[in-house]
């Protein structure tokens, strides 16, 4: 994966999209990003028949994330704008 944060606290890649770590210790980062989601098709798979297909569409989210001893970090994330809306579901936009 293609990944990179820069020591003014922005980043950019794959993973975790573009954003801005707003904490200063190693330990603690939290901070606000954009992320993509590439959407789905439902006939991808039998499973997902009359699921409906997901377009892509960005998301925006905060995170935070706390280092622990021996390499362990404890992550959260809150993103909005990914899935679909019961009303898209009804088939009513």
Not at 53 to 70: C, K, R, S, T
């Given at each position: 994966?293609?990944?990179y944060?820069?020591?003014?606290?922005?980043?950019?890649?794959?993973?975790?999209?573009?954003?801005?770590?707003?904490?200063?210790?190693?330990?603690?980062?939290?901070?606000?990003?954009?992320?993509?989601?590439?959407?789905?098709?439902?006939?991808?798979?039998?499973?997902?028949?009359?699921?409906g297909?997901?377009?892509?569409?960005?998301?925006v989210?905060?995170?935070?994330?706390?280092?622990?001893?021996?390499?362990?970090?404890?992550?959260?994330s809150?993103?909005?704008?990914s899935?679909?809306?019961?009303?898209?579901?009804?088939?009513?936009?």
């Amino acid at each position: 994966m293609l990944d990179y944060q820069w020591v003014n606290g922005w980043f950019a890649g794959v993973s975790n999209g573009i954003g801005y770590n707003f904490g200063g210790d190693s330990k603690l980062q939290y901070g606000l990003r954009i992320t993509a989601d590439f959407g789905r098709k439902q006939r991808r798979s039998d499973a997902l028949r009359g699921m409906g297909d997901i377009d892509p569409q960005a998301e925006v989210g905060a995170f935070f994330n706390y280092a622990l001893p021996l390499g362990f970090f404890l992550t959260s994330s809150l993103r909005y704008g990914s899935g679909i809306s019961a009303l898209e579901h009804q088939g009513k936009p």
